[in-house]
Structures are given as C-alpha cells and as structure tokens.
C-alpha cells in the first residue's frame, strides 16, 4: 500500500509540475528529445546495445538449454522455439537493426 501511494504521489506531483510548465515548455523538450534520439552517436551506441542484448541473451539460452537439457516440460520447449522461429532477422521492435 506504501509503495501504491507513493506512486500516486508522485503522478500527482508530475501533473502539477507538467501543467505549470505548459505547452511552450513541453514542445522545447520534444524538440531536444527529437534531435537528441537522432544523433548518429546516440542511434550507433543504441544499436551496439541492442545487438550485446541479443548476443547475451543468446549465449544464455544455449547455455540453460545444455545445463537443462530434456529436464524442461515440452510445453516451455515449443514455447522458446516458436519465439525463435518468429524472430526477424532484419529488425526488432526497438528499430535497430540485427547486425
């Protein structure tokens, strides 16, 4: 319950600050938002993230599926391996390319 209120707290506190900086202020944030996620250094460090979570996150498959072995129910085996087969290789859903 603590934590709820606090998140309400600080919604609440969010919209008062928000509506007092107006619409003047907001769009001055869009705007460096805007220029700042199309820096080629910002969109080059996102992509190397992006493909070091991939690669991460394919290291650990491989190695809980050979530490694992047949020991996981058939229903969490079908499961990874259609996420695995509906996976593009071209792009994912943050815009990156899997390069």
Known sequence: MRYRLTFISGLAVGYVLGTRA??????????????????????????????????????A????????GDRLPDSVTERVRSLRDQRSADADDWGTTNT
């Open 61 to 68: 498959m491989e190695t809980v599926g050979s530490r694992m």
């Open 22 to 59: 107006g619409r003047e202020r907001y769009e001055q944030l869009l705007k460096t938002a805007r220029q700042v996620s199309q820096n080629p250094a910002v969109r080059n460090a996102a992509e190397a993230a992006a493909t070091n979570g991939r690669r991460a996150a394919s290291r």
